[in-house]
C-alpha cells in the first residue's frame, strides 16, 4: 500500500514537471492576481454581486494564464513592470514586518533618497540616522 502511494505521488510530481516545462510559472504578478481573486471570492460570498463575481473569474483566468503561458519574456517584462510599480508599498511591507519580528531590540527605517532599509537600535530617542549607500542624513524617534 505505501509503494503504491509513493508511485502515485512520483507519477503526478512527473505529470506536473512535464506539463510545467517550458512555461512561465507562479510569478509575482500572477500570485497577487491569485489572491486579490480569492479575496474578492470570500467578499462575494457575503455580498452576492454578479460584477463582483465576474471581476474574480477574470482575475482567476488572469492568473492561470500567466501561470500557463510559454511566452516567457513578455511575462517576464510585465511581472518587472509589476514590481516596479509596487516596489514602494513592498518595501513598507518588508520594513513593518522586520519591525514587528525585532521586536524591542532594533528599529528599521527606509532611506528617502535610496529607499535602503536601515536597521538603528531602539530606545535610543532622537537620533541623526545616516543612510550607508547614500551618506543621506535624517533625524528620527527609535
Same mark, same amino acid.
Given at each position: 500500500?505505501?509503494?503504491?502511494?509513493?508511485? +502515485?505521488?512520483?507519477?503526478?510530481?512527473?505529470?506536473? +514537471?512535464?506539463?510545467?516545462?517550458?512555461?512561465?510559472?507562479?510569478?509575482? +504578478?500572477?500570485?497577487?492576481?491569485?489572491?486579490?481573486? +480569492?479575496?474578492?471570492?470570500?467578499?462575494?460570498?457575503?455580498?452576492?454581486?454578479?460584477?463582483?463575481?465576474?471581476?474574480?473569474?477574470?482575475?482567476?483566468?488572469?492568473?492561470?494564464?500567466?501561470?500557463?503561458?510559454?511566452?516567457?519574456?513578455?511575462?517576464?517584462?510585465?511581472?518587472? /513592470?509589476?514590481?516596479?510599480?509596487?516596489?514602494?508599498?513592498?518595501?513598507?511591507?518588508?520594513?513593518?514586518?522586520?519591525?514587528?519580528?525585532?521586536?524591542?531590540?532594533?528599529?528599521?527605517?527606509?532611506?528617502?533618497?535610496?529607499?535602503? /532599509?536601515?536597521?538603528?537600535?531602539?530606545?535610543?530617542?532622537?537620533?541623526?540616522?545616516?543612510?550607508?549607500?547614500?551618506?543621506?542624513?535624517?533625524?528620527?524617534?527609535?
Amino acid at each position: 500500500m505505501k509503494n503504491s502511494l509513493r508511485q +502515485m505521488r512520483f507519477a503526478l510530481q512527473s505529470f506536473l +514537471m512535464r506539463l510545467m516545462y517550458g512555461r512561465n510559472g507562479f510569478d509575482n +504578478m500572477a500570485r497577487a492576481c491569485y489572491g486579490v481573486s +480569492m479575496i474578492l471570492l470570500v467578499v462575494n460570498i457575503f455580498a452576492g454581486s454578479v460584477i463582483i463575481y465576474f471581476m474574480w473569474i477574470g482575475l482567476f483566468a488572469y492568473s492561470m494564464f500567466r501561470t500557463f503561458s510559454r511566452n516567457i519574456p513578455k511575462r517576464y517584462a510585465e511581472n518587472q /513592470k509589476y514590481l516596479q510599480m509596487t516596489r514602494g508599498i513592498r518595501s513598507r511591507g518588508e520594513v513593518l514586518k522586520l519591525n514587528m519580528q525585532s521586536g524591542s531590540t532594533s528599529k528599521y527605517y527606509i532611506c528617502s533618497d535610496c529607499g535602503q /532599509k536601515i536597521r538603528v537600535p531602539k530606545g535610543k530617542g532622537k537620533i541623526e540616522i545616516r543612510c550607508p549607500k547614500c551618506g543621506n542624513r535624517f533625524i528620527k524617534k527609535t
